[in-house]
């Protein structure tokens, strides 16, 4: 036999264990770590892809609701036509905060360690005859009605009282309770900022503020003089987050 012959039989002979080998591979039953490692082994960059968008699309809605942030101890919901300039709201939620640090009352209502206080604006004038201002007037009405309903403020910062009172009848009386139906007065419901020593010598300092598209600077306390403070009663058993201490907050200020 020609040696050509032979290495061609023996090519062929390897050949064929090659195949034999791989076909019983193929039907080889695998074990459940095998098949899980074959798997990881495709799919690896599939998963941590995954796991890094789903991440990112928990934190963007987390932040978009609020769900990463500290509860805040109580909130203050302003009500105007010209929204508060936020040097002004940083200041007023950083003075609330520490408001008990001088009169030895503890505002730490939720017990996590430290005391946050939140001002909810809604600024606008739904009768505007200006098409933008009465857009953003609507909007605004609208959101406060979801603040009201959902018990978010205890707390109510007011430029007009009287309109807002004949509007949602939600200022408690001096004892807490909510006033009759035919009340739509403010007597004794409020604070005027001014004349509240509590309020009035809060250090809120400076802002500064575009109006306009001009830069224009004042004083924080000049600004909130003008406005009135109330808290909201409750017409059934839905209240809002740490009510009973926001209660004695208001004796407080009250008392001063």
């Known amino acids: 036999m020609r040696i050509g012959n032979i290495e061609d039989m ?3 002979e390897n050949a064929e264990t090659l195949i034999a080998l791989i076909q019983s591979e193929k039907h080889r039953h695998l074990s459940r770590l095998e ?3 074959n798997w990881w082994h495709y799919y690896k960059w599939y998963v941590i892809c995954g796991i890094i968008l789903a991440g990112i699309a928990c934190n963007l809605a987390g932040n978009a609701l609020g769900l990463w942030q ?4 109580f909130q203050i919901a302003y009500v105007g036509e010209t929204a508060l300039p936020e040097d002004t709201v940083s200041a007023l939620e950083n ?5 008990g640090q001088d009169n030895g009352f503890d505002l730490d209502f939720n017990r996590d360690g430290k005391v946050i206080v939140k001002v909810n604006q809604y600024a606008g004038n739904s009768q505007s005859a200006d098409s933008d201002a009465h857009y953003y007037g609507t909007a605004a009405e609208i959101t406060l009605i979801g603040d009201i309903s959902d018990g978010d403020s205890y707390f109510f910062l007011l430029e007009n009282p009287d309109s807002f009172q004949q509007t949602h009848q939600l200022l408690a009386n001096p004892d807490g309770s909510c006033p009759d139906k035919a009340d739509d007065s403010v007597s004794d419901k409020v604070l005027l900022w001014s004349d509240t020593p509590v ?8 802002y ?7 830069r224009t600077t ?3 306390q000049e600004l909130l003089a003008r406005l009135y403070l109330g808290r909201r009663c409750f017409y059934n058993d839905t209240m809002t987050d740490n009510a009973e201490q926001c209660s004695a907050l208001w004796n407080l200020l009250t008392d001063s």
């Open 10 to 12: 023996e090519n062929t």
């Open 35 to 37: 098949k899980w490692k």
């Open 70 to 73: 500290p509860a805040p101890d």
């Open 95 to 99: 003075a609330f905060a520490s408001m």
């Open 199 to 206: 309020l009035s010598e809060l250090e809120l300092g400076s």
């Open 208 to 214: 500064s503020a575009s109006l306009f598209g001009q």
């Open 218 to 220: 004042g004083d924080s």
